[in-house]
């Protein structure tokens, strides 16, 4: 059984800062792309960043500069460092991997339960 265990979301002030991390845990033979998506109230879910196991990044525009995504291979864990927050950036981050289970190369996706991150003064 895989999971994704996501912590450190909380309720910070503008400006403020939070790290999310999110950590791969089971069976599994290699962990490829990681992503962290945002759900906001009564919105979409998106992305907001993801990882490839390679280390090449990719960022929602709204986040450029400010948030930053990296990852431990062999801790098989993904974070996201987000910086000098916004309201807008309220919303439940949700922990997603794309998991390679055997030497068969077919992928299944993962979600973990979501983490509630809240920029509020």
């Known amino acids: 059984q895989v999971q994704l265990v996501e912590s450190g979301g909380g309720l910070v002030q503008p400006g403020e800062s939070l790290r999310l991390s999110c950590a791969a845990s089971?069976?599994?033979?290699?962990?490829?792309?990681m992503a962290w998506y945002r759900q906001a109230p009564v919105k979409q879910r998106e992305l907001v960043a993801a990882a490839t196991r390679d280390g090449s990044t990719n960022y929602a525009d709204s986040v450029k500069g400010r948030f930053t995504i990296s990852r431990d291979n062999a801790k098989r864990t993904v974070y996201l460092q987000m910086n000098t927050l916004k309201p807008e950036h309220t919303g439940v981050y949700y922990c997603?991997?794309?998991?390679?289970?055997?030497?068969?190369?077919?992928?299944?996706?993962?979600w973990g339960q979501g983490t509630q991150v809240t920029v509020s003064s």
């Open positions: 089971g069976s599994m033979f290699r962990v490829n792309t």
């Open positions: 997603n991997a794309e998991i390679q289970r055997t030497l068969n190369p077919r992928e299944s996706d993962y």
